[in-house]
């Protein structure tokens, strides 16, 4: 030990000395804070200090002193965090105890502040990850989901219009209206649970686009007055003039937004009337804010359901009847808050109820545009019927398609149950369209349309007119058909008009070429 | 004569090996995160299959924020094994295992060195150790302190090897 030491020991209580043997028997201590006997093993005192042991067993104890800081030591009565030096002497060896508990414990909460914040932004980190990995497989579950609901529905829907152009007894035909609109149903739930799933994946863009507000309106107004009718209610529509004529926006997610509040007003009102007006909030040089006010003298809500009226299933009404999955008003405040919009609700039970949205939009001071019709088309005058290749692997698609196309007397038609086949089938026979699906096996729907484009000199096979098509349906579906050389897209479940509308649209646009 | 053995657990803060400390030595497990300043040691004896019986004295150092070059070389003196405990969450608490392999080789060639993966509990045992046999991570156990799976057994094993 040297001076210094011994004149700081003899100062500072905050030191313990112990003298022990090389076998470990203490010879002296001054029991400052640990109360060790004396002739007892240092060993028995605290595991600590077998490393004496060891530190002979290897020779290190040819050092002359040894340091261990922040040592942690204990006995039944004391507990200190010291440093421990070990100073080596020929018969002897003298342990001194520096206790630094308080220095240690004020370290010990800036290490701590410092690695829970480092763990926690990890733990967080690993959370986000998660739940994004869950978010993923929720969307492509739902999305697989969809294509499997889609493809059945297809089916009962074309069918359901294959079988009302037969001669039905009246309750045949009250049955087929029945199916009909409950397929309908359940398509658009489909489309709701993709929608709510588009948005809280973020993945809904907006879509800004010019469009008529006067001709949204009034459709609007044209298809609810029906339904008002039926229900013998009063349905009064009001816009403000100074509205513009033309606005951009999101036509569809605004028809979408509109089109649920009031279908629920309907569906919720028995008697008395429904009201529709449109305002102006503001108005700044291109931009302009709209209220659409639904008022309805329906059943209304209980004050204590309004906060929880926008949450995913919610459904207050016990009223079996009334048909509903409770994701329409989810998807309403969803959107509303992508447009950057604002919805409120007012109800009072058995007096109705008031929703006011606020939406932004901008215009353009232009002159109004003439409005687009949809371009009719006529198949070529031909002697002979045309012929159509369909590629689907679902004989239940395919025998639908087929009957769709004999039925109107103007097509042959030829299955083909994969991509291979489709490519034996134009190599053999001139077809006049193709319809294919895009996820039929071996060669799937965007490799075939590559190899017909590109592996053929005859234009007859590298031009003919290839229309895609799939259950799962979305924005970006046709740009990906029209991309990989196809001509256009339709979506699954078609109605039989649209199908037969693009196949013509096709084939006469092939003829005036 | 007494077998008495010295065990150092080293590796990044956080890891879990105080959990380990306290799963090995009473059996109990904390979810609350505790730093660990210098170095806390505890002795545990255990019987050996052939009856004989060994002090294990267990050294769990504070964990390091970058390589094992950070812990203090004091600590390591005198040991019989090293635990290299990692998280298999954090990938930064692996990161430098080859580099600290080295270093404790270079400076502690006898004493052998054990790899193990702690908090199991938080992942799919298949999964995650493919994922880190693909990244060439060779580790020699994975365990969870949290539900003690292989904790014990870790260490007899352990405890077996030792004394051989």
Redesign the interface.
């Given at each position: 030990m040297t001076k210094h030491q011994d004149d700081h020991l003899h100062f500072n209580p905050q030191v313990q000395i112990i003298k022990i043997s090389y076998d470990g028997t203490i010879k002296e201590t001054d029991n400052n804070f640990f109360n060790w006997k004396k002739n007892t093993s240092v060993f028995d005192a605290?595991?600590?200090f077998?490393?004496l042991?060891?530190?002979e067993?290897?020779n290190?104890t040819d050092k002359k002193a040894?340091?261990?800081?922040?040592?942690?030591l204990e006995d039944s009565e004391v507990a200190k965090?010291c440093d421990v030096t070990f100073t080596i002497e020929k018969k002897e060896i003298t342990i001194i105890l520096f206790d630094y508990t308080t220095k240690?414990k004020d370290?010990?909460q800036i290490?701590?502040q410092k690695?829970?914040s480092?763990?926690l932004s990890?733990q967080l980190e690993?959370k986000n990850k998660y739940l994004l990995e869950k978010e993923e497989f929720k969307n492509s579950f739902i999305a697989n989901i969809n294509h499997e609901i889609r493809t059945p529905l297809t089916s009962i829907l074309g069918f359901v219009e294959v079988l009302e152009k037969t001669k039905l007894t009246f309750e045949q035909e009250e049955l087929a209206r029945i199916i009909k609109r409950e397929s309908l149903h359940l398509n658009s739930l489909i489309d709701d649970m993709i929608d709510l799933s588009k948005i809280e994946s973020g993945k809904l863009k907006v879509v800004e686009e010019r469009f008529s507000f006067q001709n949204l309106i009034d459709g609007f107004r044209e298809s609810y007055s029906k339904v008002a009718e039926e229900k013998q209610i009063t349905f009064e529509t009001t816009i403000d003039p100074s509205i513009q004529e033309y606005l951009i926006g999101d036509r569809t997610r605004v028809y979408q937004i509109i089109n649920n509040i009031l279908t629920n007003a309907f569906k919720f009102t028995e008697e008395g009337k429904i009201t529709f007006s449109i305002t102006k909030n503001y108005q700044r040089t291109n931009k302009t804010s709209l209220n659409f006010k639904i008022e309805d003298t329906g059943i209304g809500i209980m004050q204590e359901n309004i906060p929880h009226l926008f949450e995913r299933f919610t459904r207050f009404d016990t009223d079996k009847r009334v048909s509903g999955t409770g994701l329409g008003l989810a998807i309403v405040k969803n959107l509303v808050d992508l447009l950057n919009g604002e919805i409120k609700v007012n109800s009072e039970p058995e007096k109705g109820t008031t929703f006011n949205i606020k939406l932004p939009f901008k215009f353009e001071v232009i002159k109004t545009a003439p409005k687009r019709k949809k371009k009719k088309y006529t198949l070529p005058k031909s002697k002979n019927k045309f012929r159509i290749l369909v590629v689907e692997d679902e004989e239940i698609t395919q025998y639908l398609i087929m009957k769709i196309l004999i039925s109107t007397g103007n097509f042959f038609v030829d299955i083909a149950i994969n991509g291979q086949e489709a490519i034996n089938y134009i190599e053999r026979r001139k077809y006049d369209l193709i319809l294919m699906d895009l996820t039929v096996s071996k060669i799937d729907g965007y490799q075939a349309t590559h190899m017909i484009r590109n592996n053929y000199g005859d234009k007859f096979i590298s031009e003919v007119p290839i229309i895609g098509f799939s259950g799962k349906a979305n924005e970006t579906a046709k740009d990906k058909c029209i991309r990989a050389g196809m001509d256009d897209f339709i979506a699954k479940p078609f109605e039989q008009e649209e199908l037969i509308y693009k196949i013509t649209k096709q084939i006469a646009k092939k003829a005036a070429d | 004569m007494k077998l008495?053995k010295?065990v150092v657990l080293i590796g990044h803060?956080?890891v879990g090996k105080t959990s380990l400390f306290r799963r090995f030595m009473d059996n109990e497990f904390s979810e609350e995160?505790?730093?660990t300043?210098?170095?806390?040691?505890?002795?545990k004896v255990i019987e050996l299959p052939d009856g004989r019986e060994l002090?294990m004295?267990i050294w769990d150092t504070?964990?390091h924020s970058n390589s094992i070059e950070d812990t203090?070389k004091?600590?390591l003196?005198?040991?019989h094994a090293f635990i290299y405990v990692f998280d298999v969450?954090?990938e930064e608490t692996y990161a430098t295992l080859h580099k600290d392999l080295e270093y404790l080789k270079k400076n502690h060639a006898k004493v052998p060195a054990k790899i193990l993966g702690n908090k199991l509990d938080?992942v799919n045992e298949k999964e995650i150790a493919q994922h880190l046999t693909s990244q060439e991570i060779h580790f020699d156990c994975l365990t969870s302190a949290k539900t003690n799976k292989n904790v014990q057994n870790f260490f007899s094993e352990l405890a077996k090897e030792i004394t051989k």
């Open positions: 605290h595991p600590f077998e490393i042991r060891e530190l067993r290897n290190d040894l340091n261990f800081p922040c040592i942690h965090i240690y370290l010990n290490a701590q690695n829970e480092i763990l990890k690993l | 008495s010295k803060f956080g995160y505790k730093v300043l210098g170095v806390q040691i505890k002795k002090s004295i504070e964990g203090r004091s600590y003196l005198g040991s969450t954090r938080l």
